[in-house]
């Protein structure tokens, strides 16, 4: 019988103790850590990719049932199976799972569950819809949903439209969490693959704002000399700073 219960067992007959060890470092579910908590089993992605295949036409209803587990590599596992329900469903199947992912984003709990499934479901449906929703996660408390909604305009990104990166770019300047940094200096990076002026042009209007790492991450594919122009004068920016306070 294909359920989630069926595709539980199949995945926990895959696991491993020393990976999961392993695993749960990686992913830093230490007391005071970005994923606290987060329990694991110690299967790896190619094979969680390969029971998705197994479990593939397993009803939203249980679907959503998997990805509310405790069990990391099982919503890790609900997701696969979402994305690839959702690129090969029609109009109303991806309504109907757009609106199944987002509300559950308190289950889509670390950055390797949203950077999976954020820019293919809601990127993948908002492409030719209105991009408010973007605008809501991007000002909420749940850093996961910040994330998603930088993630999400990767999908626009490998369409040539980079307007929404930039704008949600903007809103997330002042953000305090270093992987928000790195998402968001990371889509940077995406558009100057494409259009390099674009990204200059950001980095002129607000790279002195911007959080060292964030900066670091958009600028890694420029050359050396033009690295440290920018990475100098972020650090006069903080120096000014620092003899202001």
Same mark, same amino acid.
């Given at each position: 019988?294909?359920?989630?219960?069926?595709?539980?067992?199949?995945?926990?007959? *895959?696991?491993?103790?020393?990976?999961?060890?392993?695993?749960?470092?990686? #992913?830093?579910?230490?007391?005071?850590?970005?994923?606290?908590?987060?329990? !694991?089993?110690?299967?790896?992605?190619?094979?969680? %990719?390969?029971?998705?295949?197994? #479990?593939?036409? &397993?009803?939203?209803?249980?679907?959503?049932?998997?990805?509310?587990? +405790?069990?990391?590599?099982?919503?890790?596992?609900?997701?696969?199976?979402?994305?690839?329900? !959702?690129?090969?469903?029609?109009?109303?199947?991806?309504?109907?799972?757009?609106? /199944?992912?987002?509300?559950? @984003?308190?289950?889509?709990?670390?950055?390797?569950?949203?950077?999976?499934?954020?820019?293919?479901?809601?990127?993948?449906?908002?492409?030719?819809?209105?991009? $408010?929703? *973007?605008?809501?996660?991007?000002?909420?408390?749940?850093?996961?949903?910040?994330?998603?909604?930088?993630?999400?305009?990767?999908? !626009?990104?490998?369409?040539?439209? !980079?307007?929404? @990166?930039?704008?949600?770019? +903007?809103? &997330?300047?002042?953000?305090? =969490?270093?992987?928000?940094?790195?998402?968001?200096?990371?889509?940077?990076?995406?558009?100057? $693959?494409?259009?390099?002026?674009? /990204?200059?042009?950001?980095?002129?209007?607000?790279?002195?704002?911007?959080? %060292?790492?964030? &900066? %670091?991450?958009?600028?890694?594919?420029?050359?050396?000399? $033009?690295?440290?122009?920018? &990475?100098?004068?972020?650090?006069?920016?903080? /120096?000014? =700073?620092?003899?202001?306070?």
């Amino acid at each position: 019988m294909r359920d989630a219960q069926a595709a539980q067992r199949r995945l926990r007959s *895959l696991a491993c103790p020393q990976q999961a060890a392993i695993l749960a470092r990686f #992913f830093k579910t230490g007391p005071g850590e970005y994923g606290e908590g987060d329990r !694991f089993i110690g299967v790896k992605v190619p094979v969680i %990719r390969k029971v998705a295949s197994e #479990f593939k036409t &397993l009803p939203p209803a249980e679907v959503e049932c998997l990805l509310h587990s +405790e069990i990391h590599e099982e919503r890790l596992l609900a997701l696969v199976i979402l994305v690839a329900q !959702f690129e090969k469903g029609d109009a109303a199947v991806r309504k109907q799972l757009y609106g /199944l992912y987002l509300a559950n @984003t308190r289950h889509i709990n670390n950055w390797d569950l949203v950077d999976l499934s954020a820019p293919r479901i809601v990127g993948g449906y908002l492409e030719n819809r209105s991009r $408010k929703p *973007l605008d809501r996660l991007a000002k909420s408390a749940i850093l996961w949903e910040r994330r998603i909604s930088i993630l999400a305009t990767h999908w !626009f990104i490998r369409h040539g439209d !980079f307007a929404d @990166t930039l704008k949600i770019a +903007e809103k &997330l300047l002042k953000d305090e =969490e270093d992987l928000l940094h790195k998402a968001v200096g990371w889509m940077l990076r995406e558009v100057g $693959k494409r259009d390099v002026a674009a /990204l200059e042009g950001f980095l002129g209007e607000h790279g002195r704002a911007m959080p %060292r790492t964030m &900066l %670091r991450y958009a600028i890694e594919r420029f050359s050396e000399k $033009k690295r440290l122009g920018y &990475l100098k004068t972020a650090s006069r920016r903080m /120096l000014d =700073e620092t003899k202001g306070r």
